[in-house]
Every structure is written in structure tokens, then in C-alpha cells.
């Protein structure tokens, strides 16, 4: 696991210190060594923490007669079958990396036959000294990240956004267009990212650049096809996929560790990887703490496990470190644990297995359709969904109609087309009440329905509504939020987080499973907690999804914290953004109860905490500790 940084610019004579700030700025990605590769048009950056081969895999590493060269970020889990093949070919290596295995793959195969066969998660670099062409590449999902700015004939990708501000060519611009999607979406929903001219590679795609010129390529994709196997095949199918994945990804010549929650996904995962440590995470408001359902499960399964409790304290004094982390604004407030928990779990273990990626293959999210807890609404949703589409799109206009009554959402988005009502698992503010807090010179942006249907009309043919749902957040919430804090924030902490649900054998059984075997009357993800029920005690599988439970409610009804928010939303910069009367009266009814507008708060002051570290201070947070915390836990006990 590593950070990567290149650029090319033939301008930029003396590349050696410009390479080196830019790979200063995600040290934290690789704090055990670095290295370099620069010519006269371009130079590479690499910072390395050790997993695989620690005494050798030092990057970057070339090929046979040093006219190629790689830089790479993540794991291939099946590079040593791969690397059999190429001895066999003739190529000759140097080290025992999955980095190595790339390159040769690269010479072997091409770009696109490698990508085929490798199985991993990954973003590297590849500079063709021959014919003086970049290529790069991110994994089948976007487990890891890759951004790239484009300005004339200056051209860089990176890891992370934050290196490109150490490039004297670099323009540092908020993009005016990114805020309103974001406050719809709370995370940044466009291609182009909150820097102007600064985009993601998207997931499963791959680029060449090459005398100025930019093409990008996709080379794989989540095709969802309904097979003929029984209930019982599929669970034996995805139990088979899921050991063999969580197998491929404890490769590793360092400890690994896995998070654990009191939800299916992370204790599957853990159940089956049998780690010798373990780690959950909860916060100083009772009613918010995973732990004592973990240590259950842990002593169950036999195994150790290590919790910690965030308080509101120390969640509020390292909110801007944990955004500055993330690049960009997200106002998920799963951030907060995310961050304490991966660094908890850095004390002892530098690898660990999560259960990201489960609800968006499995269909484990509510809003697929299963949020009743009337099991009668739920059998009769759960049959609306087996009408004819004609007959469903017809009911489900004249349930929009009706006045509401007990289950009419549950069955209007059991019946109607999904592209009619569904954006992706978060929806904060309607874009019409964005447009009355928003000042007019951030009201334009693209249109919310255009960023979904972009995704929804690669799956028009699908007929499974069920289907398109799990497809869009497979490409928006899962890409744009999940996997990005998984990644930025276990990084931050000099942390490897794997997530072997993520696995393109597991997405294999994945998309062939019918969606009566995954959400039905009896429960979401069905199939998959029946798998998980084979290592699980019995009720553990049938818990309900918690995710990272925040206290977000209770921070923004604490007098303190609420005058610290406000204080934020009172500034005069803020004004440039927001209708300042608008937004303290959103903040002031929260607080007195008038209505429930934290999400809507906690959306807006995590866009106001970024824009002050990137825009105003310019400077790195550094983590504060709660002092109260810190004192107690220093406290020696009294025999």
C-alpha cells in the first residue's frame, strides 16, 4: 500500500524538488521509504508502506533494460500464478513485488490483456520510455483512488489531490459547481472534483497520455444477469467466493486485522478470517457504541478484540484534520469513526479486512425496497415487484398521488421505475431548497437527474429495477463516498484496509444472483446471510445494518458544540456561499427542536470546515487529543 504521484511538463527543468514536495504531501500514505523516476519530460513519485517483500519492492521498479518503469498503489492477490507465467515467457525479475508482476504483465499482455487477468485493487503508473507514453490504471471498483489535472500542457495524476498544491503549475480553484450536487448528495457527486480541473479516473478505467493528448478507456464493468441456479446453489456459491476472496486477501508479510461491527458484513468477514486481533470503535453517547456487540461476537469466535471510545471532544477538534485527509467534503459522519477506528488499529497491525461493498452486491440497503418493519407490507411490496412493468408503473403514479397513509412509500418503490425517485443512498436537500440557501453564483451546476441518468442509461435494457439501483451505487455512493473515506481515511493512519467483498470473483456470483434470492419478505441480503449464517452464531447474521452509528442529534442539541457550528455558519467568508440568515436559522431550529435538520447542518458545516482548511488557513491540521481522555487514560489505578 503506497502513494503515487507523477507529472509531465517539459517546462519544469528542474523536476527533482518539485517530484519530492508533491510526495512530502502523502508521506502519510508511505511513511517507510520513497523513491523517484524523472526525465526530461516527466518525473514519478512513490511513497511505500511495506506489506509484500519488505526487503526488496522498493519502487520504482523497471524492466529488463530500464526503458520501462511503475509505480503502483494496492495489492494483486493473484500475482504469484501470473508471475509463474512470465518466467516461463522469458522476463526476468528482480524481486518478488506484485509490482514487478505488472510491469512484465504490461509488456507481456498489454494494458488491456493485463487488466484482464490481474484480480486486486490497484492504481499504478507506467511510463513507456520507448514511446514516451504514461499509462495508468485504477481497479475494477475504485478502491483506490486516482486523480489527474489537466491544464494546457501541463498534465498530473496522483494518489491525492492535496500533492498536486505542490506544483508550481498547479492552480488552486474551488470549483463553483461541486457545492450544490454535494449538499444533495453529501459527498462530491461530479466527475470533475471540488478543484477546478482536477477529475477522478473512473472506476475501471484506464489512461494514455501521450504527446499532450488524454484518452481514457474503460476496460471493465458490473453487468448484472439473473442465472438459473436454486436458493441453495447460490448460497453455496457465494460462501465459496467469499472464503476463497477473504483467503486471497490475507496475503500479507505483515500482521492483518479486521474491523468489526455488530453488522453481518465485517463479522462474516472476520468469522472466516480468524484474526488475531480485531477492533470496533463507539462514542461517549451510550446509545452510539458497537463495541459491546463486538466483544461478543469476538469471544464467540474465540478471538481478541480492542475498542475505543470517540468523544464528542476529540470527534470536533479532528473533524478538519479528517477532511483535509479526504480532499474533498464529505459530510457522511460515518468519517468520524472511520478515522479514530483505523487509527486504533494502527497501534498493532498494518493490514485490515473490512466489509465495504456487501450492500451495494448483495442489495443490504433499505432503499431497495426493504424499510418496512411491517412483515405484511413488506410480503406485499415484496409481491407488487412481481407485476407486470406496465401494471407496476401504473400503480406506483397513482400511489404518488394519493395522500399518505402506513406503507405507501414501501410499496411505491416497490412498483415504481427506479430512474422516477432514486439517486443513490443519500439524499440531503432537494435541489429546489439548495437553490433558496445557495448565493446565485453557486446555483448552476449540472442537474442531479443528469449525474444519475448518466449511470442509469447503461443498464436501460435492465428490466429489474433492483438491479439499476445496486448499479448506480456501485458508480456513485460506493465509489464517490464509501470507498473513498475507506481508503483516505485508513491511509491518513498509515493503514492497508482490504475489502474482500470488493473481489471481481465474488462480483462474478454477485451479478448472477436473482433479486427474489436477495431481497424478499423474509430479509435484505438474504443470500448472503444465509452464507454468513454457516460461520455466524445464529442470530448474528439477522442483525440489523447499523453502518457507523454517529451522534451527530445530540452534538448539535449540546450547547457547546452548537455555538461552535454556528460560529462557523456566522463567518463573513461564509457569506460568499450560503444565505448567512438562511442557514443560522436552519442551525438555530435544529437546536431548539423545531425540526430535525442534522443531516442538513452536518452537510453544510463539513463543506465550511473544508473550505477553511484548503481556502483560508492553508496549513495541515494536526490531531488533537482530548485532554480529559488522555489524562484519564494515563490515570494508574489504585491497587
Same mark, same amino acid.
Given at each position: 500500500?503506497?502513494?503515487?504521484?507523477?507529472?509531465?511538463?517539459?517546462?519544469?527543468?528542474?523536476?527533482?524538488?518539485?517530484?519530492?514536495?508533491?510526495?512530502?504531501?502523502?508521506?502519510?500514505?508511505?511513511? /517507510?521509504?520513497?523513491?523517484?523516476?524523472? /526525465?526530461?519530460? %516527466?518525473?514519478?513519485?512513490?511513497?511505500?508502506?511495506?506489506?509484500?517483500?519488505?526487503?526488496?519492492?522498493?519502487?520504482?521498479?523497471?524492466?529488463?533494460?530500464?526503458?520501462?518503469?511503475?509505480?503502483?498503489?494496492?495489492?494483486?492477490?493473484?500475482?504469484?500464478?501470473?508471475?509463474?507465467?512470465?518466467?516461463?515467457?522469458?522476463?526476468?525479475?528482480?524481486?518478488?513485488?506484485?509490482?514487478?508482476?505488472?510491469?512484465?504483465?504490461?509488456?507481456?499482455?498489454? %494494458?488491456?490483456?493485463?487488466?484482464?487477468?490481474?484480480?486486486?485493487?490497484?492504481?499504478?503508473?507506467?511510463?513507456?520510455?520507448?514511446?514516451?507514453?504514461?499509462?495508468?490504471?485504477?481497479?475494477?471498483?475504485?478502491? #483506490?483512488?486516482?486523480?489527474?489535472?489537466?491544464?494546457?500542457?501541463?498534465? %498530473?495524476?496522483?494518489?491525492?489531490?492535496?500533492?498536486?498544491?505542490? /506544483?508550481?503549475?498547479?492552480?488552486?480553484?474551488?470549483?463553483?459547481?461541486?457545492?450544490?450536487?454535494?449538499?444533495?448528495?453529501?459527498?462530491?457527486?461530479?466527475?470533475?472534483?471540488?478543484?477546478?480541473?482536477?477529475?477522478?479516473?473512473?472506476?475501471?478505467?484506464?489512461?494514455?497520455?501521450?504527446?499532450?493528448?488524454?484518452?481514457?478507456?474503460?476496460?471493465?464493468?458490473?453487468? +448484472?444477469?439473473?442465472?438459473?441456479?436454486?436458493?441453495?446453489?447460490?448460497?453455496?456459491?457465494?460462501?465459496?467466493?467469499?472464503?476463497?476472496?477473504?483467503?486471497?486477501?490475507?496475503?500479507?508479510?505483515?500482521?492483518?486485522?479486521?474491523?468489526?461491527?455488530?453488522?453481518?458484513?465485517?463479522?462474516?468477514?472476520?468469522?472466516?478470517?480468524?484474526?488475531?486481533?480485531?477492533?470496533?470503535?463507539?462514542?461517549?453517547?451510550?446509545?452510539?457504541?458497537?463495541?459491546?456487540?463486538?466483544?461478543?461476537?469476538?469471544?464467540?469466535?474465540?478471538?481478541?478484540?480492542?475498542?475505543?471510545?470517540?468523544?464528542?471532544?476529540?470527534?470536533?477538534?479532528?473533524?478538519?484534520?479528517?477532511?483535509?485527509?479526504?480532499?474533498?467534503?464529505?459530510?457522511?459522519?460515518?468519517?468520524?469513526?472511520?478515522?479514530?477506528?483505523?487509527?486504533?488499529?494502527?497501534?498493532?497491525?498494518?493490514?485490515?479486512?473490512?466489509?465495504?461493498?456487501?450492500?451495494?452486491?448483495?442489495?443490504?440497503?433499505?432503499?431497495?425496497?426493504?424499510?418496512?418493519?411491517?412483515? $405484511?407490507?413488506?410480503? +406485499?411490496?415484496? *409481491?407488487?415487484?412481481?407485476?407486470?412493468?406496465?401494471?407496476?408503473?401504473?400503480?406506483?403514479?397513482?400511489?404518488?398521488?394519493?395522500?399518505?397513509?402506513?406503507?405507501?412509500?414501501?410499496?411505491?418503490?416497490?412498483?415504481?421505475?427506479?430512474?422516477?425517485?432514486?439517486?443513490?443512498?443519500?439524499?440531503?436537500?432537494?435541489?429546489?431548497?439548495?437553490?433558496?440557501?445557495?448565493?446565485?453564483?453557486?446555483?448552476?451546476?449540472?442537474?442531479?437527474?443528469?449525474?444519475? %441518468?448518466?449511470?442509469?442509461?447503461?443498464?436501460?435494457?435492465?428490466?429489474?429495477?433492483?438491479?439499476?439501483?445496486?448499479?448506480?451505487?456501485?458508480?456513485?455512493?460506493?465509489?464517490?463516498?464509501?470507498?473513498? #473515506?475507506?481508503?483516505?481515511?485508513?491511509?491518513? /493512519?498509515?493503514?492497508?484496509?482490504?475489502?474482500?467483498?470488493?473481489?471481481?470473483?465474488?462480483?462474478?456470483?454477485?451479478?448472477?444472483?436473482?433479486?427474489?434470492?436477495?431481497?424478499?419478505?423474509?430479509?435484505?441480503?438474504?443470500?448472503?446471510?444465509?452464507?454468513?449464517?454457516?460461520?455466524?452464531?445464529?442470530?448474528?447474521?439477522?442483525?440489523?445494518?447499523? *453502518?457507523?452509528?454517529?451522534?451527530?442529534?445530540?452534538?448539535?442539541?449540546?450547547?457547546?458544540?452548537?455555538?461552535?457550528?454556528?460560529?462557523?455558519?456566522?463567518?463573513?467568508?461564509?457569506?460568499?456561499?450560503?444565505?448567512?440568515?438562511?442557514?443560522?436559522?436552519?442551525?438555530?431550529?435544529?437546536?431548539?427542536?423545531?425540526?430535525?435538520?442534522?443531516?442538513?447542518?452536518?452537510?453544510?458545516?463539513?463543506?465550511? $470546515?473544508?473550505?477553511?482548511?484548503?481556502?483560508?488557513?492553508?496549513?495541515?491540521?494536526?490531531?488533537?487529543?482530548?485532554?480529559?481522555?488522555?489524562?484519564?487514560?494515563?490515570?494508574?489505578?489504585?491497587?
Amino acid at each position: 500500500m503506497c502513494g503515487i504521484v507523477g507529472f509531465v511538463d517539459k517546462t519544469i527543468l528542474d523536476k527533482k524538488p518539485v517530484i519530492e514536495d508533491m510526495m512530502e504531501m502523502i508521506k502519510h500514505r508511505g511513511p /517507510n521509504s520513497s523513491g523517484e523516476y524523472i /526525465n526530461d519530460q %516527466m518525473a514519478l513519485g512513490f511513497r511505500r508502506l511495506s506489506i509484500i517483500d519488505l526487503k526488496g519492492g522498493t519502487q520504482p521498479i523497471y524492466n529488463e533494460d530500464r526503458s520501462r518503469v511503475i509505480i503502483f498503489n494496492g495489492e494483486i492477490y493473484n500475482f504469484a500464478s501470473i508471475r509463474k507465467d512470465l518466467v516461463a515467457a522469458g522476463h526476468i525479475f528482480t524481486t518478488h513485488s506484485d509490482t514487478e508482476v505488472l510491469l512484465h504483465g504490461y509488456e507481456e499482455y498489454g %494494458m488491456e490483456g493485463l487488466l484482464k487477468k490481474i484480480r486486486g485493487m490497484f492504481a499504478f503508473l507506467i511510463w513507456d520510455d520507448n514511446i514516451k507514453t504514461l499509462f495508468g490504471a485504477r481497479d475494477f471498483f475504485g478502491i #483506490k483512488p486516482m486523480y489527474y489535472y489537466k491544464d494546457g500542457d501541463t498534465f %498530473m495524476v496522483g494518489s491525492e489531490i492535496k500533492a498536486f498544491l505542490k /506544483n508550481p503549475h498547479f492552480k488552486k480553484e474551488l470549483n463553483k459547481e461541486a457545492l450544490k450536487p454535494y449538499l444533495t448528495f453529501q459527498y462530491s457527486g461530479l466527475d470533475e472534483t471540488f478543484f477546478k480541473n482536477v477529475y477522478r479516473i473512473p472506476e475501471g478505467h484506464y489512461f494514455t497520455y501521450h504527446d499532450g493528448e488524454l484518452n481514457i478507456k474503460k476496460y471493465w464493468d458490473m453487468e +448484472f444477469k439473473a442465472n438459473s441456479l436454486s436458493l441453495n446453489e447460490t448460497i453455496d456459491a457465494i460462501d465459496k467466493s467469499v472464503q476463497e476472496s477473504v483467503e486471497a486477501h490475507r496475503i500479507s508479510d505483515v500482521p492483518v486485522g479486521s474491523l468489526l461491527s455488530s453488522g453481518v458484513d465485517s463479522s462474516y468477514i472476520t468469522s472466516i478470517l480468524r484474526p488475531e486481533h480485531t477492533y470496533s470503535i463507539g462514542f461517549d453517547d451510550k446509545k452510539y457504541h458497537e463495541g459491546t456487540a463486538a466483544k461478543e461476537l469476538a469471544d464467540k469466535l474465540g478471538l481478541d478484540n480492542t475498542s475505543d471510545v470517540v468523544t464528542a471532544e476529540e470527534a470536533f477538534a479532528n473533524f478538519p484534520l479528517i477532511q483535509y485527509h479526504l480532499d474533498e467534503p464529505d459530510g457522511n459522519p460515518s468519517c468520524v469513526p472511520l478515522y479514530f477506528l483505523t487509527k486504533l488499529a494502527s497501534k498493532d497491525v498494518t493490514v485490515i479486512l473490512s466489509g465495504e461493498g456487501a450492500d451495494e452486491l448483495f442489495a443490504g440497503y433499505a432503499d431497495y425496497g426493504f424499510h418496512s418493519k411491517s412483515h $405484511v407490507i413488506r410480503a +406485499f411490496s415484496d *409481491g407488487l415487484r412481481h407485476l407486470p412493468k406496465g401494471v407496476k408503473t401504473k400503480l406506483a403514479h397513482g400511489l404518488r398521488k394519493m395522500p399518505n397513509f402506513h406503507g405507501r412509500l414501501q410499496m411505491y418503490t416497490a412498483t415504481a421505475p427506479a430512474e422516477e425517485f432514486f439517486i443513490g443512498q443519500a439524499k440531503i436537500f432537494d435541489e429546489s431548497e439548495s437553490d433558496k440557501l445557495l448565493q446565485p453564483a453557486f446555483r448552476q451546476s449540472e442537474p442531479v437527474h443528469d449525474v444519475v %441518468m448518466d449511470k442509469y442509461k447503461r443498464v436501460r435494457s435492465y428490466q429489474d429495477d433492483v438491479k439499476k439501483m445496486q448499479y448506480l451505487d456501485l458508480h456513485q455512493f460506493m465509489a464517490g463516498d464509501i470507498l473513498l #473515506k475507506a481508503d483516505k481515511l485508513s491511509m491518513a /493512519n498509515s493503514m492497508e484496509l482490504r475489502v474482500p467483498f470488493l473481489d471481481k470473483e465474488v462480483a462474478k456470483v454477485a451479478a448472477g444472483i436473482p433479486t427474489k434470492y436477495l431481497l424478499n419478505s423474509k430479509d435484505s441480503k438474504y443470500a448472503m446471510r444465509e452464507a454468513a449464517n454457516r460461520h455466524l452464531p445464529n442470530e448474528w447474521a439477522s442483525r440489523p445494518k447499523l *453502518g457507523f452509528p454517529v451522534p451527530v442529534s445530540a452534538w448539535l442539541r449540546d450547547e457547546k458544540f452548537y455555538k461552535q457550528v454556528r460560529d462557523l455558519f456566522a463567518q463573513d467568508w461564509a457569506k460568499e456561499f450560503f444565505d448567512q440568515d438562511a442557514i443560522l436559522k436552519l442551525i438555530d431550529d435544529n437546536y431548539a427542536g423545531k425540526i430535525d435538520g442534522r443531516r442538513k447542518v452536518w452537510v453544510i458545516y463539513t463543506f465550511l $470546515v473544508w473550505y477553511k482548511v484548503f481556502f483560508i488557513d492553508d496549513t495541515v491540521p494536526q490531531f488533537v487529543p482530548d485532554p480529559a481522555k488522555k489524562a484519564a487514560q494515563q490515570e494508574v489505578p489504585v491497587a
